[in-house]
């Protein structure tokens, strides 16, 4: 596991780790509190890939999933599973959405989801982030 201490506008650091440890087919799962920076590292990460990128990156939260075009990973699929059960996710074809080629960043992916994931093969990376109350950074836990 590696730690990074980073400002939100340091964010695109961590991005450039990434991409260097990551390809299509990986899932990276995003853990965190409210307000943590999930979505800022999708929206800092999905800028990094695609600088024409007119849309604004929000968190899918009511519609599950968005897609963003990369170059590098061709699509990047951003989903928001907070308060959703993962089996009627997985009953909806959750499985076979991350099939799809590209890139797939998941809010609130928790450990079952991640056990689940890697029992049917699937590339997995979990980042935990944790908001550190007496600077203005987070505390990113990467873990592949």
Sequence with gaps: MCEYVLSESAVGELCHTLKNKICKGYIVLLRGDLGSGKTTLVRSFVASENKQCKEEVTSPTFSVAQAYKSQDY???????????????????GLLEMFEEEGLHFVEWGDERL??????????????????????????YKVAL
Excluded: C, P, W
């Design 114 to 139: 991640e056990k689940i994931l890697r029992q049917n093969g699937f590339k997995v990376m979990s980042i935990t982030i944790n908001t550190n109350a007496t600077l203005d950074n987070r505390i």
């Design 74 to 92: 061709g699509v990047i699929y951003h989903y928001d599973i907070y308060r959703k059960d993962i089996q009627d996710m997985l009953e909806l």
